[in-house]
T-cell receptor
């Protein structure tokens, strides 16, 4: 069964802290994505990666960075967390690129920044 | 600009009633089209997708959707709703021009009355 695992379901951090959100997929997918989900705004793409060490900015990359050192792992980093980064973060992966392949999602990481 | 519109933020139906969730997109050509469902506290799961061919597509859990090119719509339907269908539903499109960028609607939250 396909699996995208996000290491932390719930996190509480303080303003200014560095935050790591980890995502691992076991499907050998080329593409991995980080989305942010907020009520009334749907899902907004932060970053995506189409290969190891490759990344591209999405719609809202400001305040975030990513790392993909291994194919199965894609990390989202908040260098200095702020309260406006309180949100649900969803990781996804897909096999097909540029062909509308299905996205497989993790269960999400709900981050609260105090 | 490409966009996806889900005009209904909330919908309430009685168990056993029929359901239709609306989705309209704005794009120059026919994109790939998807419906995802998100149960409370979970990630998103694919219900169905349209790439080409028959404009009525069947999905999991008894859902179907019809692509109407003339209306730029991809509405989701179910003839008889079950209490377990209570969730949030997202329409998404991916342009066919070789991009990774999925565009999501803002979601429709479905409530089912017993």
């Amino acid at each position: 069964d396909v699996k995208v695992t996000q290491s932390s379901r719930y996190l509480v951090k303080r303003t200014g802290e560095k935050v790591f959100l980890e995502c691992v997929q076991d499907m050998d997918h080329e593409n991995m994505f980080w989305y942010r989900q907020d009520p009334g705004l749907g899902l907004r793409l932060i970053y995506f990666s189409y290969d190891v060490k490759m990344k591209e900015k999405g719609d809202i990359p400001e305040g975030y960075s990513v790392s993909r050192e291994k194919k199965e792992r894609f990390s989202l980093i908040l260098e200095s967390a702020s309260t406006n980064q309180t949100s649900m973060y969803l990781c996804a992966s897909s096999l097909l690129s540029g062909e509308g392949g299905e996205l497989f999602f993790g269960e999400g990481s709900r981050l609260t920044v105090l | 600009a490409q966009s996806v519109t889900q005009p209904d933020i909330h919908i309430t139906v009685s168990e056993g009633a029929s359901l239709e969730l609306r989705c309209n997109y704005s794009y120059g050509a026919t994109p790939y089209l998807f419906w995802y469902v998100q149960s409370p506290g979970q990630g998103l799961q694919l219900l169905l997708k349209y790439f080409s061919g028959d404009t009525l597509v069947q999905g999991i859990k008894g859902f179907e959707a019809e692509f109407k090119r003339s209306q730029s719509s991809f509405n989701l339907r179910k003839p008889s709703v079950h209490w377990s269908d209570a969730a949030e539903y997202f329409c998404a499109v991916v342009p066919t021009s070789g991009t990774y960028k999925y565009i999501f609607g803002t979601g429709t939250r479905l409530k089912v009355l017993a």
